[in-house]
């Protein structure tokens, strides 16, 4: 699962990993990233390049009739059964994305007692997770939007320290042929072992939309053995 993660990101770097084309913007840095709140997403644009865009983390079918309540949780789809769930193989077949993202949060521990890791690229570079996007209207109000999911796989044997999926990160060199390729499944795998840097960060990450939103979340801090 990926139920959180930071979104602190460059117009610039994204141009350059990723043929943004558009109107260059400044981008606010997120350190707590939830489902269903706004995200920067990167899909391919009609005339060339890729475009970023804001959508809903939590994907929403465009058959999906019912108010946003009811909707399952969306904000992940697994690598092994995408192509196959009818929440999501439309979306997998015709509309991935690329979610930039500058890392994300995991937790060890028994329920009550858990505690955050921070992931993030020893590159340096954002983390390109594989995504879909679907577009639907809302039901009370007949207004179109786009949404998105994170898709998940099993975790390599270094992750699976912390935790059994991760998800599924790309290689920006991939990052067309992703989106725009015949062959998709054959980029879902896991990312190499020693792609990532991890960190216990602050427990104030447990806790979503507390109010504050800064680098603090998700700096290192000092853990006392007894």
Known sequence: MC????????WEELHRLA????QPRNLAPRYNIAPT??????WPAEAGGNELVQMRWGLVPGWWK???KDLPATFNARAETVAEKPMFRTAFKTRRCIIPAS?????TGKAGAKTPHYFSARSGEPLAFAALWEQAK???TGEPFTSTTIIVGAANNWMNRFHDRQPVILDWRDANAWMRGDDPGALLRAPPEDSLNEWIVSTR???????DDDASLVAPVETVLL
Do not use: M, Y
């Open 37 to 42: 709140t706004q995200i920067e997403v990167l």
């Open 138 to 140: 809302h039901s009370g």
């Open 205 to 211: 990450v447990n806790k979503a939309g507390a109010g």
């Open 66 to 68: 019912k108010p946003l």
């Open 103 to 107: 890392g994300f949060c995991e937790w």
């Open 3 to 10: 139920g959180r993660f930071t979104q602190r990101l460059s």
């Open 19 to 22: 043929d943004l084309i558009g």
